[in-house]
């Protein structure tokens, strides 16, 4: 079984190369995004909790986004591997992800970041937002403090897997190809 945490900065990349991935070696692909988005459409338990904190402004606890990607992976237990996506975002949630995947007699196996200049990823994005319809995608200043929470949150994580000798910086810029190969190897390399 292989289980890859993939994560990176906004616009980095990690949706797009997440569906190639997820196809060439046949993993299930976990978004906390996609996760959240069906359990608050259709109003499951864990759904209408989320939804409470998110009326209110506030963050979804740790505790109830953990309950969501079990219930995921608990619907998938014969899958050959997992790509999360969007999770773990804070040291805590990484614990809960090793003591959940122990749990049930497997590892993570490796993190990848794809990494990018913010100069870019800022045009990337802003560019992104001319078709998304988001509106954090066409504000610069919006853009900027998502990479401040970033550097802040989700950085750390990097001690947190090289310690276990688990992280993995892969270049994002290039061809959508080039960073599918990239990834690619290290996969293949592990």
């Known amino acids: 079984m292989i289980n890859i945490v993939l994560f990176g900065k906004p616009g980095a990349g990690k949706g797009t190369q997440a569906e190639f ?39 979804v606890p740790d505790s109830l986004t953990i309950k969501m990607l079990e219930s995921e992976v608990d619907k998938n237990l014969d899958a050959k591997g997992f790509l999360f996506d ?6 805590a949630q990484a614990i809960a992800l090793d003591q959940f995947l122990v749990s049930k007699g497997w590892e993570v196996t490796a993190t990848v970041a794809l990494e990018a200049n913010d100069d870019v990823l800022v045009q990337r994005i802003l560019e992104r937002g001319k078709t ?18 970033y550097n802040e949150k989700t950085a750390p994580l990097i001690d947190f897997y090289k310690k276990q000798d688990k992280f993995y910086a892969v270049d994002g810029i290039g061809e959508i190809a080039e960073v599918t190969q990239r990834l690619s190897t290290v996969i293949e390399n592990l």
């Open 21 to 59: 991935l997820r196809d060439k070696y046949n993993l299930v692909h976990i978004s906390t995004g996609d996760i959240f988005r069906y359990n608050i459409k259709n109003e499951t338990e864990l759904g209408k909790q989320a939804q409470v904190y998110m009326n209110q402004g506030e963050l």
């Open 86 to 91: 969007g999770f773990p975002r804070t040291e």
């Open 132 to 149: 998304s319809g988001r509106a954090d995608d066409q504000d610069e200043s919006k853009i900027r403090n998502r990479y401040a929470e």
